[in-house]
């Protein structure tokens, strides 16, 4: 619950695509907005969705 997901360009372009992040720099402040949305969905293991997102952005052109 205390892990932080690597916040790249896939990861941070399919959040705002999908309507969850409103800020547009890949940054801490972002990073830490992103997280907290996902604890809403798990608080013991936020970060397991990071794989999601990234995959979207980077192998399904989402």
Do not use: C, M
Request: proline share 3%; net charge negative.
């Amino acid at each position: 619950s205390e892990l932080y997901i690597p916040l790249d360009v896939h990861t941070g372009t399919i959040a705002r695509k999908l309507g969850i992040l409103k800020r547009t720099q890949n940054d801490w402040k972002t990073n830490e907005e992103l997280i907290e949305l996902l604890r809403k969905f798990d608080s013991i293991d936020p970060a397991k969705y990071d794989f999601a997102l990234f995959g979207l952005g980077a192998f399904e052109k989402f």
